[in-house]
Antibody, heavy 125, light 113 residues
Framework: EVQLLESGGGLVQPGGSLRLSCAAS????????MSWVRQAPGKGLEWVSG????????YYADSVKGRFTISRDNSKNTLYLQMNSLRAEDTAVYYC??????????????????WGLGTLVTVSS | DIVMTQSPDSLVVSLGERATINCKSS????????????LSWYQQKPGQPPKLLIY???TRESGVPDRFSGSGSGTDFTLTISSLQAEDVAVYYC?????????FGQGTKLEIK
């Protein structure tokens, strides 16, 4: 059974940093691209960042480019999101999501077949 | 970036009736090399993560009831629930995965009349 379990959320001041983790199980982690998708309170879904199965290719939304860094440790079956220079508008539930394919290049299957339960990040003074 | 616009924002339908949600993309999500539309649909119930319903415009995910169907091509897509059940109350999102940044529609809230 595929399981994705996020952790690392919490309350942080504006300008601060936080590192999210997503522990994966039930599938061959290195064979699939992964993404972070967030949802601000009462709002819709926003794709934040994605990474190929090997970790060699990363992708970001403009809203987080230069501030967030996605990475993965395939030996630990874990996905990460390092978030720096946090702003109030980064407040959201952050979900990790699995793609059904190893790559994220144009033409790849970029939908999300499994999602974690999410971890809440609150940026406030 | 490809902008996804859903209509309506909210929908009230009687049990057993048909519900139709539309999704329009700001540019075509049809990939010419494989003739596939890069469009998926998700269902999100309160307090839960999104759940994949449909991908490639019309392919139902395993376990999804056949009352859910997807159609469309190019820039215009539709999610149809043929006979609304109480458990279908949720917010529905379309998503394009034609190109990064992947983008979602704003969501359609479906309620029972």
């Amino acid at each position: 059974e595929v399981q994705l379990l996020e952790s690392g959320g919490g309350l942080v001041q504006p300008g601060g940093s936080l590192r999210l983790s997503c522990a994966a199980s039930g599938f061959t982690f290195s064979s699939y691209a992964m993404s972070w998708v967030r949802q601000a309170p009462g709002k819709g879904l926003e794709w934040v960042s994605g990474i190929s199965g090997s970790g060699g290719n990363t992708y970001y939304a403009d809203s987080v480019k230069g501030r967030f860094t996605i990475s993965r440790d395939n030996s630990k079956n874990t996905l990460y999101l390092q978030m720096n220079s946090l702003r109030a508008e980064d407040t959201a539930v952050y979900y990790c999501a699995k793609a059904p394919q190893i790559t994220m290049v144009r033409g790849a299957s970029g939908y999300f077949d499994y999602w974690g339960l999410g971890t809440l990040v609150t940026v406030s003074s | 970036d490809i902008v996804m616009t859903q209509s309506p924002d909210s929908l009230v339908v009687s049990l057993g009736e048909r519900a139709t949600i539309n999704c329009k993309s700001s540019q075509s999500v049809l990939y010419s090399s494989n003739n596939k539309n890069y469009l998926s649909w998700y269902q999100q119930k309160p307090g839960q993560p999104p759940k994949l319903l449909i991908y490639w415009t019309s392919t139902r995910e395993s376990g999804v009831p056949d009352r859910f169907s997807g159609s469309g091509s190019g820039t215009d897509f539709t999610l149809t629930i043929s006979s609304l059940q109480a458990e279908d109350v949720a917010v529905y999102y379309c998503q394009q995965y034609y190109s990064t940044p992947y983008t979602f529609g704003q969501g359609t809230k479906l309620e029972i009349k």
